[in-house]
């Protein structure tokens, strides 16, 4: 864990990051709704166009499934995180169709260091995801426990 660019001192209350951004395919909602949520929305563009949804759309648990991934890929990754407690909510606010560009930030709400555990500390953050028009279609709040950069040898 040592080198890695984000330890717990390094969240700071009110700062953001930027997540980047991912096109959803058709193939991909598919594939993932086949073998997850293989509602009619998700498998068949047509049934999706009949649904209230509008079109071929990711399941929810598709599109908290690309979030996971872009804040790996940003963040965690790069990072002494030891994982999360849970989250606080998740809201699936507009559904994401096939050919959305989705882009993602995460804020830092609050933060303190473990009572129980030295080096270790809870990060509190509040996510959004939009769509290409600028519309949410996603927002998580949760917590990380990140090491500190002491914690680390420990």
């Known amino acids: 864990m040592t080198g890695k660019r984000w330890a717990y001192e390094d969240f700071v209350e009110g700062a953001s990051l930027d997540l980047g951004a991912k096109t959803v395919t058709?193939?991909?909602i598919v594939a993932f709704a086949?073998?997850?949520d293989p509602q009619p929305m998700h498998l068949d563009a047509e049934a999706g166009r009949q649904s209230i949804l509008g079109g071929l759309s990711?399941?929810?648990w598709h599109t908290c499934a690309m979030f996971m991934r872009m804040l790996c890929d940003s963040l965690?990754?790069?990072s002494t995180s030891q994982g999360s407690p849970g989250i606080d909510s998740a809201r699936w606010?507009?559904?994401v169709l096939a050919g959305d560009t989705l882009a993602a930030r995460t804020t830092v709400l609050a933060k303190r260091t473990s009572k129980s555990r030295?080096?270790?500390g809870f990060v509190t953050m509040r996510a959004e995801m939009t769509n290409q028009r600028g519309e949410a279609v996603f927002e998580l709040e949760n917590?990380?426990?990140f090491l500190t950069r002491e914690g680390v040898g420990q």
């Open 26 to 28: 058709a193939e991909e």
């Open 58 to 60: 990711a399941s929810g």
């Open 76 to 78: 965690l990754l790069d």
């Open 93 to 95: 606010k507009a559904p």
């Open 143 to 145: 917590t990380g426990m």
């Open 118 to 120: 030295p080096g270790l």
């Open 34 to 36: 086949s073998e997850f």
